[in-house]
């Protein structure tokens, strides 16, 4: 079945210590990319991936790292996370470049306190 | 990419077609309509798109005007599990990300 697996589901943390969001997918899609989503703001991008060790910023990256060593994997990584990146993270890949019949993951609830 | 307006909520019965609205009069010529849905929390999910031609698929149908300055997204029998935000998107393939605007609200009711 073609999916987009995302790892936590659910995260609890503190402020400062760092973690990984890890997302899988099992299309053999190039282009992955990273959202959040907040009430009032809707989703927002946070960073993109167009192939493996091809990275660039979205419209949120702040505070925010990722990685493509492999095509199939794309972890989001928050080095020292804050209050105010509690969200609702998904992560998204589809066959070609930005967009176009994206298959989403079914989101990380994070809080950080 | 072209600003898009939907109505914020609507509701329709269950069995019903549900006739989602979509104005996008700035769309250029080789932007796309593209409609993702997001029930409760969970992923979006991908409905359909098109250019010029209305399309049909499994999910739903997509009427897009002649002049392209506007659509409407049809499920042609609603059922409760339909219930969810759906985002109506103008799209330049290739160079920006999908941008996800407010949506509307459908409640579909028994």
């Known amino acids: 079945e073609a999916q987009v697996t995302q790892n936590p589901r659910y995260l609890i943390t503190v402020t400062g210590k760092k973690l990984t969001v890890t997302c899988s997918q099992n299309m053999n899609h190039e282009y992955m990319s990273w959202y959040r989503q907040d009430p009032g703001l809707g989703l927002r991008q946070i960073y993109y991936s167009m192939n493996v060790e091809v990275t660039d910023k979205g419209d949120v990256p702040e505070g925010y790292k990722v990685s493509r060593k492999e095509k199939r994997n794309f972890p989001l990584i928050l080095e020292s996370p804050s209050p105010n990146q509690t969200s609702l993270y998904f992560c998204?890949?589809?066959?070609?470049?930005?967009?176009?019949?994206?298959?989403f993951g079914q989101g990380t609830r994070l809080t950080v306190v | 990419d072209a600003k898009t307006t939907q109505p914020p909520s609507m509701d329709c019965a269950e069995g019903r077609a549900a006739n989602l609205p979509c104005n996008h009069s700035t769309i250029s010529g080789n932007e796309y309509v593209y409609w993702y849905r997001q029930i409760h929390s969970q992923g979006p999910q991908y409905i359909i798109h098109g250019l010029k031609n209305n399309e049909t698929n499994e999910m739903a149908s997509l009427i897009i005007t002649e002049d392209r300055k506007s659509s409407t997204l049809i499920l042609p029998h609603a059922t409760l599990r339909d219930t969810a935000v759906y985002y109506c998107i103008a799209y330049l393939s290739g160079n920006t990300p999908l941008v996800f605007g407010k949506g509307t609200r459908l409640s579909v009711i028994a």
């Open positions: 998204a890949s589809s066959l070609h470049r930005r967009g176009t019949e994206a298959f």
